[in-house]
């Protein structure tokens, strides 16, 4: 099987249920955005010890599960509907119990911190700042279509997640955050 189909030569390309829409189409923007971020984090689990590679690559795919349900126009039949990859409804709650149990061994914030720190670190802010643009391109496509918000619950949360194991990284690392100063 070739990788290239050719089909999206023109500029277009199909969705989930057969509808042709231009690649630059809104819900096009969502599902490439997704699949950006789980591309970084991706590249945050390359460097990973065995445990955090684990939760990053549920959240791979838990992502992969989110860009085909966007990957899906309101106008796709309920046969189509029902073959997609059923979504966890616990993720959400997933990250929150892993964020409060990551947060007990951290000292307490209180002001904004600088990203950074060690490599893995830095990738997860990287992470998080591309989680937060995602968030941004689905509530965009929100206005216009019918999203699901349970997704958008889930990128506020995996984002503020992605913060937590770049504080937890960089403290595992023996590397303090630095506090934002705007002096």
């Not at 189909?5 to 096009?28: A, P």
């Not at 689990?45 to 992969?64: G, Y």
């Not at 947060?103 to 950074?116: D, T």
Request: negative net charge; proline residues 3%.
């Amino acid at each position: 099987m070739k990788i290239y189909t050719k089909r999206g030569d023109g500029g277009k390309t199909g969705l989930i249920g057969g509808d042709e829409v231009s690649k630059s189409n809104e819900r096009i923007n969502a599902y490439g955005e997704v699949d950006e971020l789980n591309s970084v984090i991706g590249w945050c689990a390359s460097i990973s010890d065995d445990k955090t590679k684990e939760i990053l690559e549920r959240e791979n795919r838990n992502l992969f599960v989110l860009g085909s349900w966007l990957a899906t126009p309101d106008s796709a039949s309920d046969d189509t509907r029902k073959n997609l990859p059923e979504w966890n409804s616990k993720s959400t709650e997933t990250l929150e119990i892993e964020m409060d149990g990551l947060s007990n061994s951290l000292s307490e914030l209180k002001n904004f911190i600088l990203p950074g720190g060690s490599e893995l670190a830095s990738r997860l802010h990287i992470a998080r700042t591309v989680c937060r643009r995602v968030e941004r391109s689905i509530c965009s496509l929100s206005e216009k279509e019918i999203v699901n918000p349970i997704f958008i619950q889930y990128l506020n949360r995996l984002s503020d997640w992605l913060f937590t194991l770049a504080r937890y990284s960089n403290r595992n690392s023996s590397i303090e955050d630095t506090i934002w100063n705007p002096d």
